[in-house]
């Protein structure tokens, strides 16, 4: 059973667009939400977080939404370059329920940016 | 060093060989996560570390599993008797307490064929 479901597999989009890259999950006790990036025989890399008190945040070209009721997530990315396309990873845990903050992945959605 | 890293980057291993596998978290991170990525997944939790202690290990997949950080830095991933089912990515990350709402940074992780 996922937890954290990123439904869309792949996104493509046009250099100096918006990318929106959705994650929604199932387990109500997360409280803190990560998105990383991924390049191909490399390991994640963090990009932007976001506490469920808040509903944004933003870091550059880079801005999570968040959404508690309906328990869902977005990162917007404007405008996309091409140094963008990597597979992008929604993760979450519950750092206030159990003795660790262990991370529940999505399956990933590969953003390709066209030049 | 600066980052996680992780030895062999790749192992390719005959089905019952047993396999090693080395992580080198941040220096001062007191909590070190094992996850597991198998081809077109997101990934897995496998098991946690505070200092040389392991407080989670619900998501080893068998008992031919093992790890160990017999000094609280350096952490090793065993798996004996290997299986192909084993094949996939293995992730190391660490991150400065484990707790809370912390960002974990990943190694570049070990990707490991079993024929």
Known sequence: DQQVKQNSPSLSVQEGRISILNCDYTNSMFDYFLWYKKYPAEGPTFLISISSIK???????????????????????VPSQPGDSAVY??????????????????????????? | GAGVSQSPRYKVAKRG?????????ISG????????????????????????????????PSDRFFAERPEGSVSTLKIQRTQQEDSAVYLCASSLAGTGEETQYFGPGTRLLVL
Do not use: M
């Open chain 2, 17 to 25: 060989q047993d396999v090693a596998l080395r992580c080198d978290p």
């Open chain 2, 29 to 60: 991170h007191v909590s070190l996560f094992w996850y597991q990525q198998a081809l077109g997944q997101g990934p897995e939790f496998l098991t946690y570390f505070q200092n040389e202690a392991q407080l989670d290990k619900s998501g080893l």
């Open chain 1, 55 to 77: 509903d944004k945040n933003e870091d550059g070209r880079f801005t999570v939404f968040l959404n508690k009721s309906a328990k869902h997530l977005s990162l917007h990315i």
């Open chain 1, 89 to 115: 990873f929604c993760a979450a845990s519950a750092p206030y329920t159990g003795a660790n903050s262990k991370l529940t992945f999505g399956k990933g959605i590969t953003l390709s940016v066209r030049p």
